[in-house]
């Protein structure tokens, strides 16, 4: 058995069809049909005669991605589906073969089904170079290294990740993909700093963070003190006093674990107490999808922030972030080149 990484578009556009409907799907909408495609070299060609605009390279690059999810992955391997819209991964058990339906939608027809076993897996629980082989910029990637699979599997099973030796392949196929080479650099520094972060502020400490962001936004703040805190660790509001509108009721979680739909209810329930016009939840490991859907129902009351979004808010309010804090959290901005492929 193999593991395998399948993304779901550039921005996590296909997410949501993939995890509603037990499948991971690809793109690649220009291209017909491949069942009755019998070698990777009849591929090369189709893909020659729809793509003749592209680099041969690209085109090699994009038939051996193809021939892989065609071909290559088998019943009862592992897929990780990296999510792009909340800080967790969802993980996989391929359950069919590859499959084409022209009733799915243009981007979402090249399909293998799966059965999620995990959708809610947060980032912080896999080690800092599982993560980086998840950075690879590639719609599909066969994952072997630090016998990547076999700790999955720990995962998966509850048990406590421990780095592995580094394992290759048994040379039957392709070579692993140079992950270096195509990494994904805006997710693997976001996931450093995500690590940083949830080692340097633990417990109440993230709360000071939280609190410091939300300063930073303009917002007056008193954060309760260590300890029993009635549901609610900060509240803030607008204004020279804070008595403007919207005032905020903010609960902050550190763990790792999966935050469910009760703590948000609960949440919801407080604001009345507090005089506050709507809520913040920050979950450090993330949501469940009940979770989620309670968030969306009560999209104008409440809003929840894993360690992704707090990531996203450290950086773009940095500068405004006081000096002691920005010493304990010291990050510089830096320019890249961006290429094409």
């Not at 076993?117 to 170079?129: H, I, M, V």
């Not at 993909?177 to 080692?199: F, H, M, N, S």
Request: glycine content about 8%; hydrophobic content about 40%; charged content about 25%.
């Amino acid at each position: 058995m193999t593991l395998w990484m399948v993304r779901a578009g550039a921005r996590g556009e296909r997410e949501d069809f993939a995890l509603q409907n037990n499948v991971v799907v690809i793109g690649w909408e220009e291209l017909p049909d491949l069942s009755d495609v019998t070698s990777r070299d009849e591929l090369d060609a189709l893909c020659r005669e729809i793509y003749p605009e592209l680099k041969p390279n690209t085109v090699t690059n994009w038939v051996g991605q193809l021939w892989a999810f065609r071909e290559r992955i088998s019943v009862g391997d592992l897929v990780v589906l990296p999510l792009k819209t909340q800080s967790a991964i969802a993980i996989g058990e391929v359950v069919g073969p590859y499959a084409y339906n022209p009733e799915f939608p243009p981007d979402a027809t090249h399909h293998r089904r799966v059965k999620w076993l995990r959708t809610d897996l947060p980032r912080s629980a896999l080690d800092q170079d599982l993560l980086y082989s998840l950075g690879a910029f590639l719609t599909v990637c066969q994952i072997q290294r630090n016998n990547a699979e076999q700790r999955i599997r720990a995962v998966l099973r509850g048990e406590r990740l421990v780095p592995l030796n580094k394992t290759t392949g048994d040379g039957n196929e392709d070579p692993p993909v140079d992950e270096e080479a195509l990494l994904d650099i805006p997710q693997y520094a976001k996931d450093q700093i995500r690590t940083y972060i949830g080692q340097k502020f633990k417990g109440h400490e993230l709360s000071r963070l939280v609190t410091a962001l939300l300063k930073a936004q303009g917002y007056q703040t008193q954060m309760a003190p260590p300890g029993a805190d009635g549901g609610v660790d900060i509240i803030a509001g607008q204004g020279p006093l804070g008595f403007d509108p919207p005032r905020l009721c903010v609960q902050v979680k550190s763990s790792d674990a999966v935050t469910d739909v009760k703590p948000i209810r609960e949440l919801r329930g407080v604001l009345q107490h507090f005089g506050a016009d709507q809520g913040l939840f920050v979950g450090w490991g993330g949501f469940t999808q009940p979770a989620q859907r309670e968030a969306r129902q009560f999209f104008f009351q409440v809003r929840l922030w894993d360690a992704g979004d707090l990531v996203d808010m450290v950086l773009r309010h940095y500068d405004a972030l006081p000096d002691d804090l920005r010493a304990e959290l010291p990050l510089q901005r830096i320019w890249t080149l961006v290429l094409d492929e």
